[in-house]
């Protein structure tokens, strides 16, 4: 049975994102935390943690705020007060809303916890595969972009800003992003369930460029 606490949060959350973008939607942050209930069975962490930081990670996703950063753990924190919670627990929450994201694989965490690591990984879990597949390409129609050319490549050197307002091609994504996280995942739960995800991506992906030069 769900605490009031994270019924509560689960209602703030799906009021504030209620017309959110595709992809980071209320359906997002459900899979999230789905994700992170499944990894966290395998660690040792603070459940009531790993849910809120997994619920709250995307209150407020800087790309739709002009890449402000800061807006998302106020908007957490505005809430958290309101509950009554420790602080301890609302500081290790804003934490890891501050420091979940890939920011452009050059990114330095700035804090380390199991339940950090374990709400990263259900982030990114959702990044890749089929739903992976399925965010890249809405949120690329959602920014009018071009779904692939040939004559741009991919840039897996950009800095954190550039990663933020890059306008590439969808398909620069997997190479920018989705296929570098296998290997960034924390937990041995989380590597191998982004495995399976990989694998769906790199057969995609073939199939794709088959189909653009007219093989398949």
């Known amino acids: 049975m769900q605490s ?6 689960i209602d703030f959350v799906k009021n504030e994102l209620q017309n959110a973008e595709g992809g980071h939607d209320w359906f ?3 899979r999230v935390w789905n994700n992170a209930k499944r990894i966290a069975k395998n660690e040792d962490v603070n459940i009531e943690v790993v849910e809120l930081g997994a619920l709250l990670h995307d209150i407020a996703d800087s790309k739709f705020y002009n890449g402000d950063e800061t807006i ?8 958290l007060i309101t509950q009554d919670i420790d602080t301890l627990i609302i500081d290790h929450v804003l934490l890891i809303i501050e420091n979940v994201s890939f920011g452009g694989g050059n990114k330095k965490r700035t804090f380390n916890s199991l339940e950090l690591d374990v709400v990263q990984d259900a982030d990114r879990l959702d990044a890749l595969g089929a739903v992976g597949i399925a965010r890249t390409f809405n949120y690329g129609g959602f920014k009018n972009r071009a779904l ?5 490549p991919s840039n897996l ?3 954190k800003e550039e990663y933020k307002n890059s306008t590439a091609p969808s398909i620069n994504h997997f190479y ?8 960034r995942m924390n937990t041995e739960s989380g590597k191998a369930l982004a495995e399976k995800r990989h694998a769906f991506m790199e057969q995609y992906l073939e199939q794709f460029y088959n189909e653009w030069s007219g093989k398949n």
């Open 176 to 183: 920018e992003k989705l296929l570098l996280l296998k290997d």
């Open 148 to 152: 692939y050319d040939p004559a741009i």
């Open 72 to 79: 998302g753990p106020k908007k957490a924190l505005d809430f």
């Open 28 to 30: 997002h942050i459900e």
């Open 4 to 9: 009031i606490l994270i019924n509560n949060t």
């Open 157 to 159: 050197n950009q800095t």
